[in-house]
């Protein structure tokens, strides 16, 4: 349980610090690589919407585990699209292999999640 927990709260942690940078969404290093993904930028702004409310979700233990579902959803979305835009353009595969190392970072806070919860259970 130790482990899990100590899993759980590292990987959801670094994902946070991650997602807390979609503060950051008016810097110009973000806006051209919005533009460089051909991302409009109302939908960069939506999205770091998106990541501020999913981070808030993740981070408070209080928060019901079907809102914390749905924030991991969100996430692994983000992630896919992210790998896909990178791929898509044509860009070198490191800025590809960050998402996809911040997705495996998610599943194994989603999975670890869910033995924490069902360990609440019995």
Not at 72 to 81: A, D, K, R
Request: glycine share 8%; aromatic share 10%; with cysteine.
């Amino acid at each position: 349980m130790k482990t899990t927990k100590i899993m759980y709260w590292v990987t959801t942690s670094i994902i946070c610090l991650f997602a807390s940078t979609a503060i950051m969404m008016n810097s110009q290093m973000a806006i051209e690589g919005t533009t460089h993904l051909g991302i409009p930028r109302w939908l960069g702004l939506e999205v770091s919407i998106g990541q501020l409310i999913g981070l808030v979700l993740l981070i408070i233990p209080a928060v019901p585990a079907r809102f914390k579902e749905w924030a991991y959803v969100g996430f692994g979305i983000l992630y896919i699209t992210a790998a896909v835009a990178h791929i898509a353009v044509g860009d070198p595969m490191g800025n590809t292999i960050m998402a996809i190392v911040f997705f495996g970072l998610l599943l194994v806070s989603y999975t670890s999640f869910h033995k924490l919860q069902s360990l609440k259970t019995k």
